[in-house]
């Protein structure tokens, strides 16, 4: 493989196809987190920079060195309409590896989506153009461009490993991630999971308002009789 450890753009890669993002329906990022066991939530830390609606797409994976963007710029060389980058950036929230130049070939390319382990900058830009961008926070400090980094590399975003090609959702509440292979498994799960919660709303609107296995559970613990 061209370069070196640390230093590298793995590609091509698989990317789930327009039937496959289809078959996850309307479900929220929150709904495809339960269906996985709850795994796969990106954490608190990363918001929308914007009330951005909800969005669906491929991993575009980069890794890249603190205060360092280099490898961002190979990466939007090989995006494709439809894919959400996410980015690593060892943990730095000093630079901002992502704003309005960028975000203006992002939206040009088709880009979906941007997640930022890490700040960004031109909040007023990104809601301009109306490109959903989630980060740690703003920071208007700039990066350089020398690298090391990767693209198409596994990362880490969020306490959560991403690879590229994998399912992408987020929405106000935040990000999940779906492994590629699992994607097709849990697109059914999630679908079903809406089912039951439409089922329960309307338990709800009926007058059930607290479901009757709660006690259940309850008197199994011998915690009520």
Known sequence: ???????????????????????????????????MSRLGA???GIRPVWPS??????????WCHTGDNLMLHKALSLAEAGDIVVMNT???????????????????????????????RDADALEAMKL?????????????????GEVG?????????????????ADCDGITVVPLDDA????????ALMEREHARLAEIAKGMLVRPEIDETLRTLKIID
């Not at 609606?53 to 980069?62: K, Q």
């Open 153 to 169: 590399a596994i990362i880490a975003c969020g306490g959560v490993a991403v690879r590229p090609g994998d399912v992408i959702l």
């Open 42 to 44: 990106m954490d608190a």
């Open 53 to 62: 609606p909800r969005i669906i797409g491929s991993a575009l994976t980069v």
């Open 90 to 120: 060892q943990g730095n929230v000093a630079n901002s590896g992502f704003g309005e130049l960028l975000a203006t070939s992002a939206v040009k390319i088709g880009v979906r989506g941007v997640i930022m382990d890490g700040t960004v």
């Open 184 to 191: 097709p498994e849990v697109a059914q799960m999630a679908v």
């Open 132 to 148: 959903p961008v989630y980060s740690r926070g703003l920071c208007p400090n700039s990066c350089q461009k020398d690298g090391p």
């Open 1 to 35: 493989m061209p370069g070196k450890p640390g230093f590298r753009v793995h590609a091509p890669w698989r990317r789930p196809d327009a039937a496959l993002l289809a078959a996850f329906g309307t479900a929220s990022p929150a709904q495809v987190a339960d269906s």
